[in-house]
């Protein structure tokens, strides 16, 4: 302000406000078993030091894009493989981008889910034309003719599928087989039909038993 003596003054001054920086914590995911179609929520996985919230991308590479898909925090599991997850968060008015950090997660094969019916066949069943004691094993059921009324089997791995009839005191084998088919079954008995499926896709190997009783 004014006086009788002085003329009025100001001053004014620049203050630079520097924005702070933030970082990331990311640990590395355990690795999940994989199941079709399974999803999960990774808005949990990592944090940023500022508490600003984490936005999440897929790799692009093709081991990425094979095994899953991202949209907002939910990872939808496609295939067995290693998928890279990359965290950011791009900072406000306080703080700084962060630097991105990228983690792998890793996708393992899953259980497969086997069934196989029983049967019931008769000793003296025979194809036409073959010996008795031959006859044929269960049919895919995803995959059976119209019509088929048989016994099935259920699977949701890939991996080749083959048969044993084995003595279900001693678990040996007791017949042959050769493809879908099976021949010379000793005689009349109770028997463990066991369904055997190679590795697949994305499933481990695994087996499925059932009775099989010839009269």
Same mark, same amino acid.
């Given at each position: 302000a004014e006086s009788p003596n002085y003329n009025a003054a100001s001053i004014s001054q620049t203050m630079d406000i520097t924005k702070s920086n933030q970082t990331i914590t990311f640990p590395t995911p355990q690795p999940v078993t994989y199941s079709s179609g399974a999803t999960i929520n990774i808005s949990s996985?990592?944090?940023?030091?500022?508490?600003?919230?984490?936005?999440?991308?897929?790799?692009?590479?093709?081991?990425?894009?094979?095994?899953?898909?991202?949209?907002?925090?939910?990872? !939808?599991?496609?295939?067995?493989? &290693? %998928?890279?997850?990359?965290?950011?968060?791009?900072?406000?008015?306080?703080? $700084? =981008? *962060?630097?991105?950090?990228?983690?792998?997660?890793?996708?393992?094969?899953?259980?497969?889910?086997?069934?196989?019916?029983?049967? !019931?066949?008769?000793?003296?069943? &025979? %194809?036409?034309?073959?010996?008795?004691?031959?006859?044929?094993?269960?049919? $895919? =059921? *995803?995959?059976?003719?119209?019509?088929?009324?048989?016994?099935?089997?259920?699977?949701?791995?890939?991996?080749?599928?083959?048969?044993?009839?084995?003595d279900p005191s001693t678990n040996a084998v007791v017949a042959y087989t050769n493809g879908n088919y099976v021949w010379e079954i000793p005689g009349a008995g109770t028997y463990n039909l066991v369904m055997e499926q190679a590795p697949g896709t994305n499933y481990v190997a695994g087996t499925a038993t059932s009775t099989l009783t010839v009269t």
């Open positions: 996985f990592a944090s940023a030091s500022s508490n600003l919230p984490i936005t999440y991308t897929l790799g692009n590479d093709s081991y990425s894009q094979y095994g899953a898909s991202l949209s907002g925090t939910t990872l !939808t599991l496609s295939n067995v493989s &290693s %998928v890279t997850i990359i965290a950011s968060q791009s900072g406000d008015n306080e703080f $700084n =981008a *962060a630097p991105p950090v990228s983690r792998q997660l890793l996708i393992n094969a899953g259980t497969p889910n086997l069934t196989v019916d029983n049967m !019931t066949i008769q000793y003296a069943y &025979s %194809v036409q034309n073959v010996e008795p004691g031959y006859f044929s094993m269960p049919l $895919n =059921a *995803a995959t059976a003719p119209s019509g088929y009324n048989g016994p099935e089997y259920t699977t949701n791995s890939d991996g080749t599928v083959n048969f044993e009839v084995q």
